[in-house]
Structure formats: structure tokens, C-alpha cells
């Protein structure tokens, strides 16, 4: 029976786990922790491991995997920047992310341009101290407005089907324009999107092309006022270009659930400890930046999918020798 070692297992995810155990006959075991040089001893005896997008799977932890017999990874994220899979392939390993449901995330960058739009962190903080007053939070209207999505995968899709709603301009840019989109957007070019948006929204994967993306001579082809959210990876944007753009006052709002360098902070409580992102923790701080700690994805309905794709690909490698959803 194939032998799962399952890390950065959250409390929530645990039902699943044991329920998708059962159901696709594995054994299973499972930590909290990262998997890391560190607390590699743990998958020890397994034939199959499978993490959270915070541990790195890098040469390192691919030479310690072959060494222990691990034949397989399956990363129970979509995005699969954290691992280096050029080298698990010359390793033998084989590599599969999962899939869930767009919606989640979609639903939730849309709920960040209306935030942003609307001045709702300005409110609610005001709200906590009973300061009441409206000066300084008068919103904009979507249905005026032309919103530019980056990447049009099943994400931006969503988010273009959920913007129908409201009126607005949609433009959109994807390497690979598709059609079912050109129905609801207008597809042009990158720099087209950036010059005619008001809100833009990244849903591009993180790759060599797109790393830094967001950078100061993009943020100089944007509109004045312009709206940034950014719900795919923190890496997509270089922080500093976008600091100094804030600080310029380019800027009319960011809505921000990733941040480049956010392992090892987002999902743990670090109420009583010193974290060192100056970066982070500087562009937190403004008044319209909104930022939250990369939760964009989760919903009930993902987190099975996330948990039940990761046993059910595992055990389809192991079993039938592929899996629908492996990496190359
Ligand atoms: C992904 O699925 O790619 C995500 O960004 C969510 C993850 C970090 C839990």
C-alpha cells in the first residue's frame, strides 16, 4: 500500500485527509511543518510526499527524496513556482499539482476591487474607533470604469464572467487569447491594457517571463489613479517599484493578497514575533494598500479539492504509472 508523508497539514484539511485516505487506500501520515531539510526525516519509509506551496522543493530536498526512495510529489497548490521541476525530471521523480474550483479566488479579487474602490479599510479602521465621518471615502462606480485582467487560465476567466455583472469595460491579455473570452473582453496587448485600465487584475502564472512584471516602466504605462490587485504570486510585482509608484501617489488603491517573500509569515500566527519584511510591512502600513495574508483560495469547496487531488494523484502514479494532473 502506497505510503503518503503529507506536510503543512492544516488543522482544516485533516477530515479530508483521513476520508480521502480511505477512499483511495493509502496510508497516510501527517505534520504541520513545512517540508524542509529540516523535517525531511518524517517522510521517511513513504513513497509519496505532498505539501503546501511554503516548502521549496529545490535540488536539495530533490536529491533527499531520491535518496529515501520517494518517487513522487504531488503539490496541493495550482501555482508550482516552488519547485524546481527540470531537476525532479532529471531525478526520475514525478511531479503533479491539483486543481479547484476558480471561483474562490475569483470571487475574492473581485471582493478586493470593491474594497479598494470603495475605501473600505479606511472605513472599518475609522468604524473601530467610532470616527464615523465620510470625508476622504468617496468611492468610484465599476459600471464607469474599464478593468484589465492579466491572464485569462480558468481564473481570469471567472473573474471576467463575475465582472459582466457590473457593467464595466473589460480588456484582457493572455499569451494564448481564448476564445470563449472573446465573447465577454476585448483581448489587446499588454501594454494597451495598461494604458486604458483603471483596475488591473494579475491571474498570470508565475514564470521567467512574468517574474517582476509589475515593475517601474509597467507602472509608468498605467493610468494615473490606477487600481492594482494582485491575487496570483507576489513575485509577479517588484515590491520596491511599487513602493515608490505608491509613494508618487501612481497609485489609487492596491488590493494585495500576495507579497513577494511571504513564506515562512503568511499562515502562522506570528503575533509575538519579529518578522523581518521591511517591504511588507512598510506598504501594509498606507491607507489604501489592502492586504491579506494569500487566503484568496480559501474556501470549502477548494480545500477538498486541494486535499482528495493530492491523495487521488499520488495514488493513480503509483497505481497506474500517470496522472492527469503531473508536471513536465
Ligand atoms: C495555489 O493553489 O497556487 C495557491 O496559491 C494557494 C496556496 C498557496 C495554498
Redesign the pocket.
Known sequence: MLKIAAFEVRKDEIKDFKKAAEKYNVELIFTGKPLSVETFDFAEGCGAVTS??HSRIDRVILNLMRDAGIRFYCTR???YNHINLEYARELGIRICNVSYPPNGVAEYTVMLMLMSLRKYKQAMFRGNVNDYSLEGLEGRELRNMTVGVVGTGRIGRTVIEILQGFGCRILAYDAYPNGSVADMAKYVELDTLYAESDVITLHTPLLESTYHMINRESIAKMKDGVVLINCARGSLMDVSDVIDGIEKQKFGALGLDVIEHEDGIYHVNHTVDIISNRDMAYIRQFPHVTMTQ?MA?YTEEAVRSMVYGAVKNLRDLNKTGSSAFELF
Open positions: 503546501l506551496g497548490t495550482v501555482g494569500h483560495f
